[in-house]
């Protein structure tokens, strides 16, 4: 297999698509509001991007076995831009990877005509928050006015040590490669998945973009997360044991 290999699997039509990307990170917000978009809308897989810099191992779904890839997937949504989905289960192992795995992803964006890029992903506080702030960085003027907005902040010096792994990538060879690009960060403890901070990302993404999507299942997935973080302050306050895994799963 090539270092880096990419399988063509649909070639359909968009019109001036913008390139939505959420792979996993912090709190697993922008892995959940990719998914999210891809559950919601009707979408089709386009393209399989496999890479020797993955993990050295396969997904199991009911005895089948899949090689790691991250994968894209077109939407046309009936409001608003075609969107092409960048998501996965995994980002490279090496700095090497990283590099080389986002001028991939940025070449299959150019194939399709992507017009702007749009990295999500999460900016940890530390603590347990109640409100979800979302923070972005891009790499035009016109592009932070734009999200300015639909009521993104941007901070000096947020995040500290800046934005790593593919969506700080996207910026900055995006950048070089001509592609406007913007990452939209919500805020998030960093301790747990997080699907309050994927909503609140998504819908500055549903502002901008212009399409709509029900966050009924996101916003049951945050129930079940709230009874988890209830679970540990209960226990913190009687100086209990950790939970089990079984415990702290990830429901859904």
């Known amino acids: 297999m090539d270092e880096y290999?990419?399988?063509?699997?649909?070639?359909?039509?968009?019109?001036?698509?913008?390139?939505?990307e959420g792979l996993p990170g912090v709190g697993h917000v922008g892995k959940l509001a990719a998914e999210h978009l891809l559950e919601e809308l009707e979408s089709e897989l386009v393209r399989k991007v496999y890479s020797t810099h993955f993990p050295p191992q396969v997904s199991i779904d009911e005895g089948r076995a899949e090689l790691a890839a991250a994968e894209f997937y077109a939407v046309t949504p009936e409001d608003g831009r075609d969107m092409l989905v960048l998501s996965g289960n995994h980002q490279a192992q090496d700095t090497e990877g990283h590099y080389g795995l986002t001028d991939t992803f940025l070449?299959?964006?150019?194939?399709?005509?992507?017009?702007?890029?749009?990295?999500?992903g999460g900016v940890p506080t530390g603590e347990l928050i109640e409100e979800y702030d979302v923070l972005g960085a891009t790499t035009t003027d016109e592009f932070a006015e734009t999200l300015s907005e639909a009521g993104v902040e941007f901070r000096d010096d947020e995040p500290a040590g800046g934005i790593v792994g593919v969506s700080g990538l996207l910026l900055g060879l995006g950048k070089r490669r001509g592609f406007p690009a913007a990452c939209l960060m919500g805020e998030t403890s960093g301790y747990l998945v997080d699907p309050k901070s994927a909503q609140a990302v998504l819908e500055v993404l549903q502002t901008v973009v212009g399409f709509e999507v029900d966050f009924a299942t996101l916003e049951e997935r945050a129930d079940e997360m709230e009874e988890v973080v209830r679970k540990i302050q209960e226990m913190e306050q009687q100086n209990a044991p950790a939970p089990s895994d079984e415990d702290l799963r990830y429901i859904g």
């Open 5 to 20: 290999d990419v399988e063509t699997v649909a070639d359909p039509d968009l019109s001036e698509p913008v390139l939505v």
């Open 107 to 120: 070449d299959v964006a150019d194939e399709f005509g992507v017009d702007e890029v749009f990295a999500l």
